[in-house]
């Protein structure tokens, strides 16, 4: 069965990280581009970051450029999001998607073959 786990999410203060993890299962993701997005509520998803498939490029949105890094391990099967210097604003439900292309898109949601549940990350003093 082919599936994505995200995992890492809480509640934490303003200024502070996290790191959320991205599992695949029934697939390798070493094939696949991968990337994640979040939607805050009352708000579209919007993406985040990505990483691609052949080359490891990584890319970012302009509100996460600089705090939040992409990351993956193939021996683990499994992807990171480190997220530093939390702010209020990052507060949403955070995705991974999977697409077997070599390129990766933080605006083109709907390339992606495969997602995963979400994982609620809350920045509040």
């Known amino acids: 069965q082919v599936q994505l786990v995200e995992s890492g999410g809480g509640l934490v203060q303003p200024g502070t990280s996290l790191r959320l993890s991205c599992a695949a299962s029934g697939f390798t993701l070493e094939d696949y581009a991968i990337g994640w997005f979040r939607q805050a509520p009352g708000k579209e998803r919007e993406g985040v970051s990505c990483?691609?498939?052949?080359?490891?490029?990584?890319y970012y949105s302009d509100s996460v450029k600089g705090r939040f890094t992409i990351s993956r391990d193939n021996v683990k099967n499994t992807v990171y999001l480190q997220m530093n210097s939390l702010k209020p604003e990052d507060t949403a439900v955070y995705y991974c998607a999977a697409v077997k292309m070599y390129a990766c898109s933080i605006t083109r949601m709907r390339i992606y073959d495969y997602w995963g549940q979400g994982t609620q990350v809350t920045v509040s003093s």
């Open positions: 990483i691609r498939r052949d080359d490891d490029s990584t």
